[in-house]
C-alpha cells in the first residue's frame, strides 16, 4: 500500500501561482510515476503533469510553458508549481503514484483561480 498526502490548493487570482506539493509513504517502489492529475467540475479526470523516478517528464498541452512538476526521490515527494494560473485550471488537483502493477491517489486538493 501507499499513502500519498498532498498539500498546496488554495484560492489565487488570475496571473498568481501556487505550488502543490504530495508525499508518498509505505511500500515504494523505485521505479514509479509520481505526478498531478485534475478534475473539473462536470468534466473527466485529466493528466496534468507526471515524471518518472528517472526524471523524464509528460505535460498536458495546457500545462507547458506555466507549469513545472519536479520530485525528490529521496523524500518521496513530488510539486507542481503553476505559475500564470488562469480561471479554467480551476479544479481538484490529484497526486498519482504509478507503478508497472499499481495506481495509487491521493485525496485531492482544491485550486480555484478566480478575482
Known amino acids: 500500500q501507499v499513502q500519498l498526502v498532498e498539500s498546496g490548493g488554495g484560492l489565487v487570482q488570475p496571473g498568481g501561482s501556487l505550488r502543490l506539493s504530495c508525499a508518498a509513504s509505505g511500500r515504494i517502489f523505485k521505479i514509479n510515476t509520481m505526478g498531478w492529475y485534475r478534475q473539473a467540475p462536470g468534466k473527466q479526470r485529466e493528466l496534468v503533469a507526471a515524471?518518472?523516478?528517472?526524471?523524464?517528464?509528460n505535460y498536458a498541452d495546457s500545462a507547458k510553458g506555466r507549469f513545472t512538476i519536479s520530485r525528490d526521490n529521496a523524500k518521496n515527494t513530488v510539486s507542481l508549481q503553476m505559475n500564470s494560473l488562469k480561471p479554467e485550471d480551476t479544479a481538484v488537483y490529484y497526486c498519482s503514484y504509478q507503478t508497472v502493477t499499481d495506481d495509487y491517489w491521493g485525496q485531492g486538493t482544491r485550486v480555484t483561480v478566480s478575482s
Open positions: 515524471i518518472t523516478s528517472g526524471g523524464s517528464t
